[in-house]
């Protein structure tokens, strides 16, 4: 199983106050899980052939510990399982030493040009 590591800077914009819930300047769960999905395209991104990317259809979250704004955090993401164009991530976030989160993720390979062709064929 091949893994990859991403530092982040926890900025004011990842707080649970950002997201509506006054008095918690902390890394906010929904802002992690955009997190973790940005590893698992980073780990990614170098195995898939041009005009291919990767959409997003699972995440299962363990947020486990609160990350004050201004630390530095690390996920580690590794790559499962594959099953065709199907993509399992198994994630970590760790402050320092500290186990914060966890997140089993799945992801699916897609051609771009084709997705946006699908997406245009919807009206707005």
Known sequence: MSSYTARFQVVPEMSAENYGNAGFPVLATPALLGLFERTAIMAIEQRLATGEGSVGTTANIAHLAATPIGREIAITATLSETDGKKL?????????????????????????????????????
């Open 88 to 124: 399992s991530f198994d994630l970590k976030a760790f402050d320092g030493d500290q186990l914060i989160a966890t997140c089993q993720h799945q992801r699916f390979v897609v051609n771009v040009a084709k997705f946006a062709a699908r997406l245009a064929d919807k009206p707005i």
